[in-house]
Antibody, heavy 124, light 108 residues
Framework: QVQLQESGPGLVKPSETLYLSCAVS????????WTWIRQPPGKGLEWIGY???????NYNPSLRSRVTISVDTSKNQFSLRLSSVTAADTAVYYC??????????????????WGKGTTVTVSS | SSELTQDPAVSVALGQTVRITCQGD??????VSWYQQKPGQAPILVFF???NRPSGIPDRFSGSSSGNTASLTITGAQAEDEADYYC???????????FGGGTKLTVL
C-alpha cells in the first residue's frame, strides 16, 4: 500500500524559502502526478501544483512565480520549494498522489493517496 | 472568488439523504473528484469521475453531474459522515486544478 510522508521545517522566517519533501513508500514514483496542497488555519484546501514523474509541472497561477516542484526518482520522493514566504503561507501542507484519466471523452483527475500533512508556520 | 462554488454549510437528519453540490463553468467539460475531511485529519477521496467510488468507501456515497453542477449524494447519512466536503476539478481555462470552497456537513 502506497504511503506518503511529508517532512520539513515547521517554522520559516518571512521572506525566506520553504522546502518540503514527500517520501513515497510502498510503490514507485514512476507514473502518476505528484501533488502539493495546502490548507491555511480554519480555511479550505488550495491546490499548489503537481509534477508528473517525467518532470513536467503545473502550478497554481496565484503561486507560480514562487513555486517549484521537483522529483527525485532515485530517492522515490518529490519536493516543494516556495520562495519569499509571508504569514499568508502559514498552513498545513499535504502531498498527494494523483491520476488523470478520461471517460466518455471527459477528462478528470483525482488524488487517491494523501500524506498526513505537515504544519508550516511563517513567523520571525 | 472561487471558480468552483459550494454551499458553505449543509445539514441532514440522521438516516436521511443529503446532496452536496459544486458549481462551475468548467464542470461542463470536466468531471469532479470529492474529498471528505474530518477535523485534524487529511482529506480522503470519496468519489471521482463519472461513477467511481474508491474501495472502502460506503456505497451510500454517490456522485452525479449535470450541466455546470456536480453533486455528491449521501443516502442514509450516518453520524460519522459529519465532515467538510470539497470538490476538485479544473479552472475555467481547463489548465489548472482547483478546489471548491468546501461544504461543512452537519448530521443532526
Amino acid at each position: 500500500q502506497v504511503q506518503l510522508q511529508e517532512s520539513g521545517p515547521g517554522l520559516v522566517k518571512p521572506s525566506e524559502t520553504l522546502y518540503l519533501s514527500c517520501a513515497v513508500s510502498g510503490g514507485s514514483i514512476s507514473t502518476y502526478y505528484w501533488t502539493w496542497i495546502r490548507q491555511p488555519p480554519g480555511k479550505g484546501l488550495e491546490w499548489i501544483g503537481y509534477i508528473y514523474y517525467s518532470g513536467s509541472t503545473n502550478y497554481n497561477p496565484s503561486l507560480r512565480s514562487r513555486v517549484t516542484i521537483s522529483v527525485d526518482t532515485s530517492k522515490n520522493q518529490f519536493s516543494l520549494r516556495l520562495s519569499s514566504v509571508t504569514a499568508a503561507d502559514t498552513a498545513v501542507y499535504y502531498c498527494a498522489r494523483a491520476s488523470v484519466t478520461i471517460a466518455d471523452r471527459i477528462w478528470y483527475s483525482y488524488m487517491d493517496v494523501w500524506g498526513k500533512g505537515t504544519t508550516v508556520t511563517v513567523s520571525s | 472568488s472561487s471558480e468552483l462554488t459550494q454551499d458553505p454549510a449543509v445539514s441532514v437528519a440522521l438516516g436521511q439523504t443529503v446532496r452536496i453540490t459544486c458549481q462551475g463553468d468548467s464542470l461542463r467539460s470536466f468531471y469532479v473528484s470529492w474529498y471528505q475531511q474530518k477535523p485534524g485529519q487529511a482529506p480522503i477521496l470519496v468519489f471521482f469521475g463519472k461513477n467511481n467510488r474508491p474501495s472502502g468507501i460506503p456505497d451510500r456515497f454517490s456522485g452525479s453531474s449535470s450541466g455546470n453542477t456536480a453533486s455528491l449524494t449521501i443516502t442514509g447519512a450516518q453520524a460519522e459522515d459529519e465532515a467538510d466536503y470539497y470538490c476538485n476539478s479544473r479552472d475555467n481555462n481547463g489548465n489548472h486544478w482547483l478546489f471548491g470552497g468546501g461544504t461543512k456537513l452537519t448530521v443532526l
